[in-house]
Nanobody
């Protein structure tokens, strides 16, 4: 059974930090690009960051560059999102996603989401 289980969300003051985790199981973690998306109320879901299968390739949306860091631990089948210097506009539900890294790998998996609220 495929599972992506996010954790680490919560309420934090502007300028604070959070570390999100996404534990993967039920599929071959090393064959999937891992991504973090977020969705704020009334807005479309947007891609925040992604990391390649080896962890050597990462990409971020402009608004989080220099503040967020995505990483993956292949021994723990877990992907992380370290979020620093948080702003109120980072408030959203954050979702973990696993997307096939190459042809012949199937499935596109989502976690249940974790709420991040940045407010004083």
């Amino acid at each position: 059974q495929v599972q992506l289980v996010e954790s680490g969300g919560g309420l934090v003051q502007p300028g604070g930090s959070l570390r999100l985790s996404c534990a993967a199981s039920g599929f071959t973690f090393s064959q999937y690009v891992m991504k973090w998306y977020r969705q704020a109320p009334g807005k479309e879901r947007e891609l925040v960051a992604l990391i390649g299968i080896t962890g050597g390739s990462t990409n971020y949306r402009d608004s989080v560059k220099g503040r967020f860091t995505i990483s993956r631990d292949i021994t723990e089948n877990t992907v992380y999102l370290q979020m620093n210097s948080l702003k109120p506009e980072d408030t959203a539900v954050y979702y973990c996603n696993a997307a096939p890294a190459r042809l012949g790998v199937f499935g596109n998996f989502w976690g249940q989401g974790t709420q991040v609220t940045v407010s004083s």
